[in-house]
């Protein structure tokens, strides 16, 4: 059975629908990018996704033992949160928040899996620095250690490289990349990131008001959606 399948998912924001009958599903270590213009309605998918929101229609299952709960999340970050005035290990740390229920400490346990993450992501050798101190590639590797701390199967990044030099937006997909494919952990990635998307995704949902697409990278190159999507992106 699949880790999460939508079956005509609408979703919106009180009685209002942004997006109607959606159908995908997502098998474990697949590499789902999620496309589409803005205002399209990514980022109300994906607070439905994260149970922020209820859906409007339609039904959002899970199976093979993953629970809505054990999502990882990496957010888009605002200017307040990269100011935020914690230690690296601190924020690690507090991915483990789900599993601590109402213990009022971390145990050795959390605390070693943080260090795990942060070695993961090579970023041990700052757990003591200041969070708001760091550049933004090496914030973005604190907060995917992070969302590594709430899961084991499947992540959900919104735009992940958003504000990055090009160098440190290739390093971060190949961070991705590798957490894809060497421990088959599931990505739901939404992006702007066209050319991205076709190099590292495995399947495709993009989203339109119109209607949308599912399926393979290679089904989405020949569909009139990344045609028209691409032609667009050339404009601007």
């Not at 979703?11 to 629908?17: A, D, F, L």
């Not at 589409?36 to 339609?58: D, F, H, I, R, V």
């Not at 907060?143 to 735009?159: F, Q, S, V, Y």
């Not at 440190?168 to 957490?179: A, C, F, G, P, R």
Request: aromatic share 8%; hydrophobic share 40%; with cysteine.
């Amino acid at each position: 059975m699949s880790l999460l399948s939508c079956h005509n998912l609408s979703v919106g924001y009180g009685g209002v629908k942004i997006l109607e009958d959606l159908n995908f599903s997502v098998e474990r270590g697949d590499y789902l990018c999620i496309l589409g213009e803005n205002g399209a309605g990514k980022s109300t998918l994906m607070k439905t996704l994260l149970q922020l929101l209820p859906p409007e229609g339609g039904t959002i299952e899970t199976g093979d033992g993953f629970k809505r709960d054990e999502l990882g999340y990496l957010p888009q970050q605002s200017a307040i949160q990269r100011d935020f005035p914690a230690s690296v290990r601190e924020v690690v740390l507090s991915g483990c928040l789900n599993r601590c229920g109402w213990k009022p400490f971390y145990s050795l346990r959390e605390k070693a899996l943080a260090r795990r993450n942060m070695e993961r992501m090579e970023i041990l050798p700052l757990a003591k620095r200041c969070y708001r101190e760091l550049s933004g590639g090496q914030q973005q590797r604190v907060l995917l250690a992070r969302a590594l701390c709430a899961t084991k199967k499947m992540l959900l990044l919104d735009e992940p490289v958003a504000g990055l030099d090009p160098a440190m937006q290739v390093s971060m997909y190949h961070v991705i990349e590798e957490l894809n494919r060497k421990d088959r952990i599931t990505i739901l990635m939404v992006s702007h990131d066209f050319e991205a998307a076709l190099t590292y995704a495995s399947h495709i949902l993009h989203i339109a008001r119109g209607g949308s697409f599912f399926g393979t990278v290679a089904a989405y190159r020949a569909s009139a959606f990344a045609r028209s999507f691409a032609r667009r992106r050339g404009e601007a």
